[in-house]
C-alpha cells in the first residue's frame, strides 16, 4: 500500500533516529528543472509564482544553490526537512528506525521538483508547486504507480493528485476526504483537513497499516469513517463541531 502526500512550502530540519538515506528517483528529471529554474531572475519567479520580493530572492538563491551529486553533507531526507500543517503532524522525531523503514516503504510525497519522494530521499530546499508542472510529471508519475502495482491511499491535495491519471494507473485508489459537521451540513476546513491528513499518515506508520480496509478504523481526534457519505473510492471521515 503507498500513501500519497502533497509537500509543503514551510521547510525547517528534524533529526531523524536512522543515518540511512536514498535518492530520488526522478533524478534526471530534476536536474533538468534545476537547470531551467536557475536561468530564472527574482522578477521571473514574482511573476510566476506571486510571491514577495523576499520570497522571490530565497527561492532564486534556493535554486541557484541546488548542487548534485545530493549527499548527507549538501542534503537532507524529505521527510525531516517538510514543516507545513500537515508534516506537523507526523511526529517524525519520535519515529524508531523500524517506523522509519515502514514509512520508507509506504510514503510518498508528490513534488513539483522532485516528483515523487521517499521520506529518505535526499533533497534539497526549493520552491516550485504541482501547478506549474503538471503536464511535465504526469506521464512519469503515472507509470510510477502503475509500476509499484500496490493500492493507493490518497492523502494528496487535489492540486498534487491532478498530477497522477488515476484512471490509468491500474490498481485501487482510495482519497481520504475529511469533513466537518456543523448542524446537518458537512464542510472541507482546508486547514483541519490539512491537519487531519498528517495525523492519518502518523497512524497508519506508527500502526504498519498495509491494508486500505483498516484505513476506516482511524478515530483520532475525533474523526470517525461515514459509510453514507463514502463510496468505493472514496472514505470520507467526519466529526461533530461546534
Not at 536561468?39 to 520580493?53: G, N, P, R, W
Not at 519515529?95 to 510514503?107: C, E, I, M, N
Not at 506508520?205 to 459509510?227: L, Q, V
Amino acid at each position: 500500500m503507498l500513501v500519497l502526500l502533497s509537500p509543503s512550502k514551510t521547510l525547517r530540519y528534524i533529526p531523524l533516529q536512522t543515518d540511512a538515506v536514498t535518492q530520488p528517483f526522478f533524478l534526471k528529471k530534476t536536474k533538468q528543472l534545476v537547470q531551467e529554474l536557475a536561468a530564472y531572475s527574482k522578477k521571473d519567479i514574482q511573476t510566476l509564482m506571486h510571491v514577495s520580493e523576499r520570497i522571490a530572492e530565497k527561492t532564486v538563491n534556493d535554486h541557484r544553490a541546488i548542487h548534485f551529486p545530493f549527499t548527507k553533507k549538501n542534503a537532507m531526507p524529505a521527510i525531516s526537512l517538510f514543516q507545513g500543517h500537515v508534516f506537523q503532524h507526523i511526529h517524525v522525531a519520535s519515529y524508531s528506525p523500524s517506523d522509519l523503514a515502514f514509512a520508507q516503504k509506504t510514503l510518498r510525497i508528490l513534488s513539483g521538483l522532485y516528483g515523487i519522494l521517499r521520506p529518505l530521499d535526499l533533497m534539497q530546499p526549493y520552491r516550485l508547486e504541482m501547478r506549474y508542472r503538471v503536464k511535465e510529471w504526469k506521464d512519469l508519475l503515472t507509470a510510477y504507480i502503475a509500476d509499484a502495482g500496490q493500492p493507493v491511499i490518497n492523502l494528496a491535495s487535489k492540486e498534487y493528485a491532478s498530477a497522477i491519471d488515476f484512471d490509468a494507473v491500474n490498481v485501487p485508489v482510495y482519497t481520504v476526504v475529511f469533513k466537518e459537521k456543523k448542524g446537518d451540513t458537512y464542510s472541507i476546513i482546508r486547514l483541519y483537513a490539512k491537519y487531519a491528513r498528517g495525523r492519518m499518515a502518523h497512524w497508519i506508520i506508527k500502526n504498519n497499516i498495509t491494508d486500505p480496509e483498516r484505513i476506516k478504523d482511524f478515530s483520532e481526534d475525533g474523526y470517525h469513517y461515514t459509510p453514507a457519505l463514502s463510496n468505493t473510492h472514496e472514505f470520507v471521515f467526519t466529526r461533530a463541531t461546534t
